[in-house]
């Protein structure tokens, strides 16, 4: 005979609520866990919920939960594209639990070793983050399949710091050490950036780089800028990194580093679109998503962007068979 049920009371219902919304959450856009398994999936997500090196404001470590649950409210279908990307299938992995006391490295290293695999399997490994240091474990991983590599930072920060706060693999220093990635002929192209050190505009001359700056975005016609940005990405496979406090903070506030004067909501879109077209990304991650209580603008937005992302880099890449149609470039007014 089985036991009589207990009452329902608010706490245990309120409980009970939770447990559903941290199951249902545990899939991009809350799918059902059979509609998006590792081996059916084309898009692997990589949660890295660390923040160890933060300089400014902490809360990037509850970037990825955040990024999840907000995306069970993301329409499936894209109007853009004319279909649901998701039919790539997206596969979320297990949140990464960082050893105790971990330092940077410790972590690069493990999310360097959770996604070799992932490339290795043909996949697309898509961090998220996380503070900006965790971009380095995957970007390692996807240099060893893919050596010829490019990369695409969209920041208000260059991260060209050789070692900031006596750590080398500060969230300040990742882009200093994907120069070291790069392939032959291989470049790290800069979008966004607002801020910038002597250490690091020396690094820029020493390397020859040509950063597209936050002023040049919305000074320059016809989206002049996107045009460079991509034919410096060359034909090379390209990793693309978007920290979100590239965009503008009325996009997306909630990040450690706020800066005035990022990207447009549409002008990262145009950006992404046409490196999807143009590229082959083998690659991506956003991070540095810091939801303050009830932020949950800045969470859904980050959320959208990486569906946009997905949609770009892999349901509508030329050449796939997903159903969806090539993006048609939008006026550079629509800003």
Do not use: N
């Amino acid at each position: 005979m089985l036991p009589p049920m207990l009452p329902l009371t608010r706490a245990s219902s309120l409980a009970l609520r939770q447990m559903a919304i941290e199951q249902l959450h545990d899939t991009f856009l809350g799918l059902p866990p059979d509609e998006c398994t590792y081996d059916e999936s084309r898009v692997v997500l990589l949660r890295a919920p660390y923040d160890g090196t933060t300089s400014y404001m902490a809360g990037a470590r509850d970037g990825p939960a955040a990024i999840l649950a907000a995306s069970a409210q993301v329409e499936p279908y894209d109007r853009e594209l004319g279909c649901e990307p998701c039919e790539v299938g997206i596969h979320a992995l297990p949140a990464l639990v960082p050893p105790a006391a971990a330092g940077p490295k410790a972590v690069i290293d493990q999310i360097e070793a959770l996604s070799l695999p992932v490339v290795a399997d043909g996949k697309l490994p898509f961090v998220l983050g996380g503070e900006h240091s965790v971009t380095l474990g995957a970007a390692r991983a996807v240099a060893e399949v893919h050596p010829r590599l490019s990369f695409l930072q969209i920041d208000a920060h260059l991260d060209l710091r050789p070692s900031y706060e006596g750590s080398p693999y500060s969230h300040a220093c990742v882009a200093y050490h994907l120069l070291g990635l790069r392939g032959d002929g291989g470049q790290v192209v800069q979008v966004g950036v607002r801020t910038a050190c002597p250490e690091e505009l020396a690094v820029i001359e020493e390397h020859g780089l040509a950063p597209i700056w936050g002023e040049d975005v919305w000074r320059e016609e016809d989206d002049a800028w996107i045009a460079r940005a991509v034919e410096g990405l060359a034909d090379h496979p390209v990793y693309v990194t978007v920290d979100v406090d590239g965009l503008d903070p009325s996009v997306i506030p909630g990040t450690g580093t706020p800066v005035p004067g990022g990207l447009g909501w549409y002008q990262t879109l145009r950006l992404l679109r046409a490196v999807g077209q143009a590229c082959r990304v083998v690659g991506c991650d956003v991070v540095e998503l810091a939801p303050g209580p009830g932020d949950h603008r800045s969470a859904y937005a980050a959320a959208q962007l990486v569906y946009k992302m997905i949609g770009y880099f892999e349901a509508a890449r030329p050449g796939r068979e997903a159903r969806c149609r090539a993006p048609k470039p939008l006026k550079a007014a629509a800003s």
